[in-house]
């Protein structure tokens, strides 16, 4: 059984604009010792299905089931789910200026936690636990720093102290909220390393929360990729790379500087704007930015489905056939075959319609 | 003849103490003697990690700080330190397109506003509702949103927005201060697409920022990496055959889109210096894998012509740190 | 980033202005409205109150020596012809306390108006230019605020003489202190963003960049700060008045109205009663429609105030 097991969540929050579908439909799962990363970008849903699954958004309408350990976290009152977070459950936000108290010393902030979970350790052993978890993440000199405020710390030791305090009980779970995206690139490494280090050495299952393919690419197990609330694609990280199926996938990845290869060449961006969740799209709602829709598209909403003949794990939500996989020439050929499209009508649809929208 | 030719460029911040009567305390080596030059039509990419003076730079260079000393030649003519008055004419010409699509677009102010703002302030004559129309044609807006408010656009919108800004003086140079950061990857493209299609149709130059090498490598003709103030290494090939060992740190550390991708991470020591109190010969040395007794003592200099360099022991083309 | 990140694709709600949007959202907020509703309302009948007048044939100042004292020579108890019963000289009660909202609106609303155009200008000059120009003006705001305001409208009253123009001129000179600070604070940060800065690389001049980058950002804490120092401004002419340093019988005010009827609570509860709570009822009003303007303006960012109305 999976660690974590969530099944058909919704989330959605009623505003005066009208009821905004974060989250339409998203199961998934993580096993002890494995790393999900979750990929989309503003608006996917990504950041408010883990936060509704531990009780952080007060203001949802929340239906699903979320089996943590066979208990389900949505059924759980927010006092139980309290006790729950930082004991079994650990979260690491994007910014750690948010998590820790600026008028408290670090190692406090962490003794703290560990005794209000902890009724038989003394203070002093929460200090030591203090000061050993901050040379574990590689703060140094522990033992002087741990009576530093968190102002005292740059940002790349912020986010340690932050690991620290996520480790300060045993999780069995990490969320990781884009928990480098502030940082610049040699932190941001040091922190992947360490998350992965101490991951391994723990066996901890790690939930990552990214819109960075690049981090994806480096740490992740399975990928989860998601779109205007509902999950688009699922896989290894290996097959999501090399061999996506679904169209926003492969779009996000032709997007990125340096995929074609050509220097100073066009790239290849996804046309127009992210859909609002209040009016989501009929059908599947990708499918006005979709150089590959077809009339079935707006009309039915395809499942998150297993893509025949490919890994047992690789599923996507997608009314293309399962030889539309991969990044390649013979690929595209089906794509456009089946979707009734010229290869040279597309780009002028895609200027047109990145026109259009905006 | 460059279009931009700044010279041993110092900006200093003094940092300030007291509060009713202000004393200082030290200076924050912002910029700390860069030489740069741009030439007509190029894009000069500039990367480096926080603090390390590239928006500094960029502000200097658009008139918006004062510099501490050095010299800024722009298209022949010495604008260091201009007066409000004598810049003017200038500011026709250097254009900046801003990081944050929400910060950098006036709430309150309807779109259409916004954008004419630099014909009004430069009375330009004609017809500006016309004028901002076609700037949001061709930046890919729609022109019927003239009268809509920033709110009621996405943020590759508004980046939109604040590009037709820049474009409205027809300028010769544009500074893109992290123009793509704030934006998700797929509008990202398109954004990057647009600055491409401009340079080309009215001939712009730009002075690119990023932190993000991969976009940078896609954009640039040259590449400069800025280090505590310091220009350490400049090449249009820089990715290819890095010198200095920050600059291999850096790529070695940038996470690629490609699971299969060679990874040896160069993790680097500790965090950056304060720019308060800058370290002593290269500034460099107390991270560096390759750091000896003389990085310590002696500051190197940017050397070299096509590929510039500022390191006493660079790593040689096919070796390692 | 968990509601601002949903609010982001906003691109298919149409047309409205940051001002419509926070109408929208007053137009939902019950007590809020509520609370205009009795502004109005009290307003109506202040302009209106010599027209009531001289239809119930009651004048502010006339005596009904017959009807409105009893045998005893005390104040008549409400009923159908005094509505809010009479004073101790016979004078139709409720008349009174119309006319003296005439004085109160008056005093609180110019008061107020006159104390935020200084105040703007003043906060926006400090915290624009800084330096030696906001060492000055921020000092100068903090004497202001430090000055033990009864006192020193006692002096400046017992100097000029008690009348409705230095009653206004002391709720202002108190007043534009407050709002000064306020918006010095909002330019410090305003003038921070980058499209101040945009502005800036544009060559826009410095008056531009206040009046027309800065200035409507700062509307919104200004408006919310206005509607709570009216009913602040009525409290204070009340207290002036009360103590006969504001506006001087017999031209009716709150204020006064109450300091009339402290010697009668025993005998007759309404004379001092009922001016009493139309007072609080339109501070109160003025508070909460403030508090509902400020919900409306800025729902969950930063709160420049400290008072908060608790929502479910």
Known sequence: MSLLDVRDLHVSFPTTDGLVQAVRGLSFSVDAGHTLAIVGESGSGKTVSTQAILGLT????????ALFEGVDLLQLTQEQLRRLRGAEISVIFQDPLTSLHPLYKIGWQIAELILVHDDSATKKQARERAIELLGLVGIPHPAKRVDDYPHQFSGGMRQRAMIAMALALNPKLIVADEPTTALDATVQAQILDLIGRLQREFDIALILITHDLGVVAD??????VMYAGRPVERADRRTIYYRPHHPYTKGLLESLPGSTGARKGRLTPIPGQPPSLIAVPSGCAFHPRCRYAMPVCSAEQPPLAHVTGDLPDHASACWLPHEAVGLGEHAEE???????????????????????AG | MPLVEMTDLVKHFPVNEGTLLKRTVGQVHAVDGVSLTLRQGETLGLVGETGCGKSTLARCLAGLHPVTSGRIVFAGRDITNLSRKAMRPVRREVQMIFQDPYGSLNPRRRVGSIIADPLVIHKIPGDRRKAVQDLMERVGLNPEHYNRFPAEFSGGQRQRIGVARALALRPKLIICDEPVSALDVSIQAQILNLLKDLQDEFGLTYLFIAHDLQVVRHVSDRIA???????????????????????NALLSATAVADPDARRRRIILRGDVPSPIAPPSGCRFHPRCPKARELCAQQEPRLEGNSHQFSCHFPVRPGGSL | MTITELRVPAAQVTGRSPWQLAWGRLRTDRVALASAIVIVVLVTLAVCAPLIAAWNGHGPDDQFRDTGITPEGLPVPPGGEFWFGTDRLGRDLFIRVLFGARVSLLVGVVATGMASIVGVVIGLLAGFYGG????ILSRLIDVVLSFPY??????AVSIVGPSLAATVFVIAFYSWAAIARIVRGQTLSIKEREYVEAARSLGASDGRIMFIDILPNLLAPVIVLVTLLIPAAIVFESTLSYLGLGITPPTPSWGNLLSEAQGFY???WWYLTLPALTLLLTTLAFNLLGDGIRDAIDPRTERIFSRRRKKK
């Open chain 3, 132 to 135: 030696v120009v906001d060492v």
């Open chain 1, 219 to 224: 740490v992740a197990d399975e990928v989860l």
């Open chain 1, 334 to 356: 089906i794509r456009l075959e089946i979707s009734g499209r010229e290869p040279d009508a597309v780009s002028d649809q895609e200027s047109r319609r990145g026109r259009a």
């Open chain 3, 266 to 268: 025993r005998v007759a």
């Open chain 1, 58 to 65: 007060p203001d949802a309408d929340i239906s699903g089931r």
């Open chain 2, 225 to 247: 990496v800025m280090y505590l103030g310091k220009i350490a290494e400049l090449a249009p090939d820089l990715y290819e055959h890095p010198l200095h060992p920050y600059t």
């Open chain 3, 150 to 155: 009864l006192i020193f409208a006692i002096a």
